[in-house]
């Protein structure tokens, strides 16, 4: 029996998973939740083998969610489940240590195959994924700028395009405001933009937020 921990922070996409799978003799769904933050927590408790996880989520977000879900809960695997389907969100996840990466629209079918793949060590992505994988690793021609900044300046740089505060990015970060500043004008630097409407801007252009 594989124990699965779904997150999202859509109640009717969250509860909607966990119906279609709560039937399947194979998987057990063992908790839920809405946040990355509320998924550490529980996954600490309850030690899922699987963490279904939204990828663009409020907060810290579904890569340093997956960073610190395997700090703290090392034997879990991570297998995301989302609408962005566009680079760069499947590479950032692969990089923070997720095993799969398959789209909300999947049927039933390939997301149990998913979970099963990935509980043995494996790995699985959806066919769309796949290509805007190895659409990334062969072109060179179509690299984000994006792709220059550190882990955590893409973190925070993602933080900031959706609207939190450096408070609390600070809060969420563990770090103090001066730091999170710090990163924010180390990134408008790189990406040659001074304003946080510019920053958006050229996030929405390579597809990294809704516009």
Do not use: E
């Given at each position: 029996m594989i124990s699965v921990l779904v997150v999202d922070d859509h109640e009717l996409v969250r509860t909607g998973i966990c119906r279609m799978l709560e039937d399947h003799p194979d998987i057990n769904v063992i908790g839920q939740a809405e946040s990355g933050e509320d998924a550490i927590q529980v996954a600490r408790q309850l030690h899922p083998n699987?963490?279904?996880?939204d990828v663009n989520m409020p907060g810290i977000g579904g890569v340093e969610t997956t960073r610190r879900l395997l700090q703290s809960v090392p034997e879990t695997h991570i297998?995301?489940?989302?609408?962005?389907?566009e680079e760069p969100y499947p590479s950032l996840l692969l990089k923070a240590g997720a095993k799969g990466y398959i789209t909300k629209g999947a049927p039933l079918i390939e997301m149990v195959k998913a979970i099963k793949k990935v509980m043995?060590?494996?790995k699985y992505f959806s066919a769309d994924i796949a290509e805007q994988l190895a659409s990334s690793y062969l072109s060179e021609t179509q690299q984000s700028p994006f792709d220059i900044l550190s882990e955590r300046e893409?973190?925070?740089?993602?933080?900031?395009?959706?609207?939190?505060s450096a408070q609390e990015i600070a809060e969420k970060l563990f770090v103090s405001v001066k730091t999170v500043n710090t990163y924010r004008y180390r990134i408008f630097e790189k990406l040659n933009v001074d304003s946080d409407v510019k920053l958006t801007h050229l996030a929405v252009r390579y597809g990294l937020i809704k516009p």
């Open positions: 699987v963490v279904l996880l297998l995301a489940v989302s609408g962005l389907a043995q060590g494996g893409m973190q925070v740089a993602m933080m900031v395009v959706n609207c939190i």
